[in-house]
């Protein structure tokens, strides 16, 4: 995606958008079928980009045309949203994804059936236009990160006011709620006193760790993911190691569906592989727990079941986990038949995650203290 990451101008967004019933207009008039191309969404389609350092779509592509009854109608749903959205910009409005999937009860032949129509459409409209779903003023139905630590920020408000928070000191014990929006216009980054961020999986793990004063000890900030991560959540994460040169360290269960959250985070998710450079952080480094974990700490632990061994099968063929570090631990989970959860730590008493497990860890990848 060119451009990514340089916010479109209101104007710029709905020349965009009248660009595709511009084109759909100029080929009726030729007699030629509407049609829209996309790149196939799937893992089969993506590989590296080494320039970027994240994982894109490749160049398999697939086109909707009229010529067919389900494709026209996701033309014509296409044409229904760029509408929707011209008149979401003009009033200053915003919606959630949910509520576009129930105002297009209005639409006729363009309803959608499923919330993930709703969805895949606004995505696939990021692709044709070059565009951000966040410039379309489309917003999540889930909430963003939380954060806890001694970094500073600045918000606007909805009076247009900028409000001065610290993670640390201006909040109470569930943090800094982040905002779907965090770019430049919304939120500014302005100062922190910490040495890195860890992302965390689970609340009742991030909950331990702040009661713990973890981040004032280890001198981090903690991210609460609320599990597979927000686009928000990514884009903060983004944006705080690329503009203050923090490392991104993840702490997530020991499973086939959390190795895939730290995946999303590092290299991109294949919902979004046409906006990876925009959200993804490479370099982020995942941290535990792992199937090595398991063994060394004597960890309480599940069967994996068919669907994780299905799971973890499917990321032995997916390029994000292509490495020798991933492979040993997903053959090692395999042949244990074990996976655990974050808190299985508490075996050992409620500070051991604290006191012995995440130091040691950490002094493994240089960040000792």
Known sequence: MSGVGQRKTKDEVKEALKGIAAEMHNKMERGVPPSMTLPVRAK????????LGVYKYGKKKSTRDATSLGSARQLLRSLHVTEFIE?????????????????????????????????????????VTKCLREDFKLRPEEDGARIIGN?????????????????????????????????????????????FIMAIETGGMFDRLVENGFDEEARCALIHLKGQPARSTRRIMKRMSQEWNKPIIVFADCDPWSFRIYASIAYGAIKTAHISEY?????????????????????????????DLSALDSELTDPRFNTGYWKDQINLMKEIGKKAEQQSLAKYGLDFVTDTYLPEKLKEIGLGY
């Open 87 to 127: 008149q979401m910009i003009d009033s200053g409005k915003s919606s959630t994804l949910r509520e576009m999937y129930y105002i297009s009860e209005a639409w006729g032949h363009g309803k959608f059936s499923s919330q993930n129509e709703s969805n895949n459409l606004a995505e696939d409209l990021e692709i």
């Open 151 to 195: 970094v500073t920020f600045e918000e606007r408000n909805r009076k247009g006011d900028w409000m001065r928070i610290n993670c640390r000191d201006d909040v109470g014990d569930s943090g800094y709620g982040v905002p779907y929006n965090v770019e430049s216009e919304k939120l500014t980054l302005v100062e922190e006193d910490v040495d």
């Open 44 to 51: 089969t389609n993506i590989g590296f980009d080494n320039k």
């Open 279 to 307: 959200l993804a952080t490479k370099g982020a480094q995942y941290l535990g727990i792992t199937a090595d974990d398991i063994l060394a700490y004597d960890l309480p632990s599940d069967d994996l079941t068919k669907q």
